[in-house]
C-alpha cells in the first residue's frame, strides 16, 4: 500500500481520458433522446466504431481517419435501427437490444484478423501558453485532440439544442411530434438524422478506447461502457452540462479505481472518507446556494448530508471487520462503475419524484398520416 | 403507391407467419453473410440447420445437445415473456441465471462431502432463491424509486459476472484444484449431480422444468386472473389502472418470477453440463433467451419452438466452426440479424399495406 505513489496530476489527467468515451456516447444518445427517440443500442454501436476505426486505422496508418471511419461506422450500424423503428414502426426498446447484439457479434466477426496488432499512435496536442500552467497544464492541456473535441462537441451540441432553430424543431419533435407535424416539420427526416447523430458519436467514442485508451483490439473492448452512457443520460436529465458532469463523474470513478489497483490501496480504505467529504461538499453547497437563493429548507439538507455520512460509516465498518480483504477488494474494485451506475439511477430517480423529465415523445412511435 | 393501413387488431396470421418468414429470410441473409466471408453458403446452412439432427455422423452426439441447450433458453424466456407482455424489460436474465448458479453450487459444496437425498432439491431452492433476489432489485429500484429497471437488470449483469469471478478465485474454489480458478465439479458429487434422466435424450431435470414451466405459463396467461393483468397492462397500462390492477406487484411478480426461473436455468446447468463454476461459466443464455422470447411471440408454446430452435443455431454454429471454421461470432450475428429481422416483420402484423393510385387529399 503506498499512498504517496498515486500522482494528482496523473490522476486528473487519467480522468479526462477515461470519461472522453462516456462523454461522446452519452452526447449522442442524449441528442437521439430528445428527438424522442430510445435507442438501446449504444454498446453495438460503440463496439463497431471501435473495430471501425482501429481497423482502418491500421489500414490507412492514420489515426485520425480511423476516427472518421468509426463515427461513418456508427452512424451506418445506427441506420438499420432507424430503418426498423423510422419506417417500419418497429419498437424501440428490442429495436435497440437487436442492434447491440447485431453490433456486438459483427464487431468480434471484423476484429478477427485484428487481435494483437497495435493501431498507429494519435500525437498529442499541447496547448501553447496554458500548457505550461502548474497542474492544469499537464491535466488539462496536453492530451490527444479528440478529447478536446468532445469538450467542444458537448458545447456545440449544448448551443445547438438551445439557441438554434434546428435544435428547437429537434425538440419539438421530441415532445409532441403530433404538433411537430402539423406545423410541417419532417419528423422522420429529424429524427434519423439525430439516431446518425447518435450512432457517430458512440462511434468516436468506441474507437477512442480502441485507439487511445486500451490501445488494442480485444473482444467486447466496450465492456458495458456504452450502458454506462445510456444510465448517464437518464442521470443527468437530458441536458448538455449535466451530461458533462455525470461522464467526468464516472471517468473520474474509473481513473480512481485503476489509479487505486496499481498503488495497490483497498479501495475500503479511501471510498468511506470520498463518501463523507462528498457528503459536507453537499452539505456546504447546498447551504450556500440555498441561503443566496433564500430557498434553504434545512430539514431534507441535513438528511441528505446524514445519508453521506452514514453511507460511509458503514462502507468504513465493512472496511475494518472484512480487514480490507484482498477478494472482496478485488469484486468492489471491478464491479464499481456498475454498482455505481445503479446507486445514481436510483438517487436520481427517487429524486425526480416519479416524474420523469425526459422528452414526452421518449420511445413513441410516430406514423404520418 | 404503396400505403400502409393500420389494423384494428393485430393480424393473427401474420402472428404465426412472421416468426417462420423471418427464420427463412434470416437463412438467406446468412448465406450471404457466410458467401461474404468465402464459405459456401449451402454447406455452412445446411451445417448448422440439417447435419446436427439428420447426419449419420454427428446426429448421435449432436440430437441430445438439443434438448440440453433449449432447456435453459426456455426456462429463461418464459419468465422474460411474462414481463415483456406487460411493458416490464427484464434484459439482466443473464445474471440472474449467474446468481442462481451461484447460489445453488455454494449450498451443494456446503454439503459436501456428505452424501443425502436432499441436498440436490435444497440446491434447486437456493437456485431459484438466487435467480429471485437478484431479479427482485431491480424490481425494487422500480417500484421504490422508479429507477428504470432495464438499466438497473442489465447493470446487474456486469456485477453478476464480476461476483462469479470472485468465488471461483475465492469463496468456491475447489481446494483439491491444485491453484485453478473453478469450483469442485457438482456434476461428479452423486448428491448434486443433475444427470440425463432417459438415456439418449439429453433430458436431465432442466428439461422437466422447462417443460413444466411451458405448460404453467399456458395455464396462468390462459385461464388465472394474473395472467389476464399481465395482458391488459401490456395492451393499456391506463385500462389496467381502472381495472384495478396493482402495477406495482406486478412489477415484483415479472421480474421475481423471471429472475427465479433464470436462477432454476443457471442451477440445471452447474450441476449439470457446466459441472462446476468457473470464471467463464455463463455462455449468454440469458441474452439469447430475448430473441427466443420475441421469435415464440411471447407465446408459452411458441417460445417452445423457438428455444428448440435457437438451440439448433448454438449446437450448428459450433458443428460449423469445427467442420468449416466458421468463427463463433458469425452465430451470434445470425441470432441477432434474426431478432432484427422477426421486428422488421411485425410491419405486416399491425399494418395492411395496399396498393392505392396516387390522388389529391
Avoid at chain 1, 437521439?32 to 427517440?37: C, D, L, M, N
Avoid at chain 2, 432489485?137 to 462469479?164: D, G, H, R, W
Avoid at chain 2, 440479424?337 to 395496399?354: C, F, G, R
Wanted: proline fraction near 5%; charge should be positive; include cysteine.
Amino acid at each position: 500500500m503506498d499512498l504517496g505513489s498515486i500522482s494528482l496530476v496523473a490522476f486528473f489527467a487519467s480522468l479526462m481520458v477515461a470519461s472522453t468515451p462516456i462523454l461522446l456516447a452519452a452526447l449522442g444518445e442524449m441528442v437521439t433522446e430528445r428527438a424522442g427517440v430510445l435507442n438501446l443500442g449504444v454498446e453495438g454501436m460503440m463496439i463497431i466504431g471501435a473495430i471501425c476505426g482501429f481497423a482502418i486505422a491500421i489500414e490507412s496508418g492514420s489515426a485520425a481517419a480511423g476516427f472518421l471511419g468509426a463515427a461513418a461506422g456508427g452512424a451506418l450500424l445506427s441506420m438499420l435501427f432507424a430503418i426498423l423503428t423510422q419506417f417500419l414502426y418497429a419498437t424501440q426498446v428490442p429495436s435497440g437490444l437487436a442492434l447491440t447484439l447485431v453490433g456486438v457479434g459483427l464487431a468480434s466477426l471484423i476484429g478477427q484478423p485484428y487481435v494483437g496488432e497495435s493501431p498507429p499512435l494519435m500525437g498529442k496536442l499541447h496547448i501553447p501558453v496554458f500548457e505550461s500552467i502548474p497542474f492544469f497544464g499537464p491535466v488539462m492541456f496536453q492530451h490527444d485532440p479528440i478529447v478536446y473535441l468532445s469538450l467542444i462537441l458537448a458545447v456545440l451540441v449544448g448551443v445547438f439544442l438551445k439557441y438554434t432553430r434546428g435544435g428547437l424543431i429537434l425538440r419539438a419533435v421530441g415532445e409532441n411530434h403530433d404538433a411537430a407535424h402539423a406545423l410541417g416539420y419532417k419528423v422522420r427526416l429529424v429524427r434519423v438524422m439525430a439516431i446518425g447523430f447518435g450512432g457517430a458519436m458512440a462511434g468516436l467514442g468506441g474507437a477512442y478506447i480502441s485507439l487511445i485508451r486500451v490501445p488494442q483490439w480485444t473482444d467486447g473492448i466496450t465492456g458495458g461502457i456504452g450502458w454506462i452512457a445510456l444510465a448517464i443520460v437518464v442521470f443527468a436529465s437530458w441536458k448538455p452540462e449535466r451530461v458533462v458532469f455525470g461522464a467526468y463523474l464516472f471517468g473520474g470513478l474509473t481513473a480512481l479505481q485503476l489509479n487505486l489497483q496499481a498503488a495497490n490501496i483497498p479501495l475500503l480504505f479511501v471510498l468511506p472518507y470520498l463518501v463523507m467529504l462528498a457528503g459536507v461538499i453537499y452539505f456546504v453547497i447546498a447551504v450556500a446556494v440555498g441561503s443566496w437563493k433564500k430557498t434553504l429548507d434545512v430539514k431534507p439538507t441535513l438528511k441528505t448530508f446524514a445519508q453521506f455520512i452514514g453511507v460511509g460509516l458503514v462502507l468504513l465498518l465493512i472496511g475494518i471487520a472484512t480487514n480490507y480483504a484482498s477478494s472482496l477488494d478485488l469484486l468492489m474494485l471491478s464491479s464499481a462503475p456498475f454498482v455505481a451506475t445503479i446507486v445514481v439511477l436510483v438517487v436520481i430517480s427517487a429524486r425526480s419524484k416519479g416524474a420523469s423529465n425526459g422528452p414526452a415523445m421518449l420511445g413513441k412511435i410516430f406514423q404520418a398520416h | 403507391m404503396i400505403s400502409l393501413i393500420k389494423r384494428p387488431q393485430p393480424s393473427k396470421t401474420w402472428m404465426v407467419a412472421t416468426p417462420v418468414l423471418a427464420v427463412i429470410v434470416t437463412m438467406i441473409l446468412g448465406g450471404l453473410l457466410f458467401a461474404a466471408m468465402g464459405k459456401d453458403p449451402f454447406v455452412a446452412i445446411r451445417t448448422i440447420f440439417w447435419d446436427p439432427l439428420f447426419s449419420p455422423d454427428f446426429a448421435a452426439y449432436s440430437r441430445p445437445q438439443l434438448l440440453v441447450k433449449a432447456a435453459p433458453l426456455i426456462l429463461i424466456a418464459i419468465g422474460l415473456s411474462l414481463g415483456f407482455k406487460a411493458g416490464i424489460w427484464n434484459i439482466g436474465a443473464e445474471g440472474q441465471y449467474i446468481m442462481g448458479a451461484i447460489c445453488g453450487a455454494a449450498i451443494g459444496l456446503a454439503f459436501y462431502p456428505m452424501e443425502a437425498w436432499f441436498i440436490f432439491p435444497l440446491m434447486v431452492i437456493g437456485g431459484a432463491l438466487g435467480g429471485f433476489l437478484w431479479g427482485l432489485i431491480p424490481a425494487l429500484c422500480k417500484t421504490k424509486f422508479n429507477a428504470p429497471e432495464i438499466l438497473v437488470s442489465l447493470m446487474l449483469v456486469y456485477f453478476a459476472e464480476q461476483i462469479m469471478i470472485a468465488v471461483s478465485l475465492g469463496a468456491l474454489r475447489n481446494p483439491e484444484g491444485n491453484g485453478f480458478p473453478g469450483s469442485r465439479n457438482l456434476a461428479q458429487y452423486a448428491s448434486s449431480a443433475n444427470p440425463e434422466l432417459i438415456a439418449g435424450t439429453g433430458a436431465h431435470w432442466g428439461v422437466m422444468a422447462a417443460f413444466a414451466a411451458v405448460v404453467a405459463a399456458y395455464v396462468l396467461l390462459s385461464k388465472h386472473m394474473l395472467g389476464f393483468q399481465i395482458r391488459v397492462t401490456g395492451e393499456s397500462p391506463r385500462a389496467a389502472g381502472f381495472a384495478g390492477v396493482n402495477s406495482k406487484r406486478l412489477i415484483i411478480f415479472c421480474l421475481g418470477t423471471s429472475g427465479a426461473l433464470a436462477g432454476l436455468a443457471g442451477l440445471f446447468e452447474v450441476t449439470g453440463p457446466a459441472g462446476q463454476i468457473t470464471t467463464s461459466f455463463n455462455t449468454g443464455y440469458g441474452f439469447t433467451a430475448i430473441i427466443v422470447a420475441f421469435l415464440g411471440r411471447l407465446n408459452p408454446i411458441g417460445i417452445m419452438l423457438a428455444g428448440l430452435l435457437l438451440a439448433l443455431t448454438f449446437i450448428g454454429g459450433e458443428l460449423a466452426q469445427f467442420m468449416l471454421s466458421l468463427p463463433s461470432a458469425s452465430i451470434q450475428v445470425f441470432q441477432g440479424m434474426l431478432l432484427m429481422t422477426l421486428l422488421a416483420m411485425d410491419i405486416l402484423v399491425n399494418y395492411k399495406i395496399v396498393w392505392r393510385k396516387k390522388e389529391a387529399v
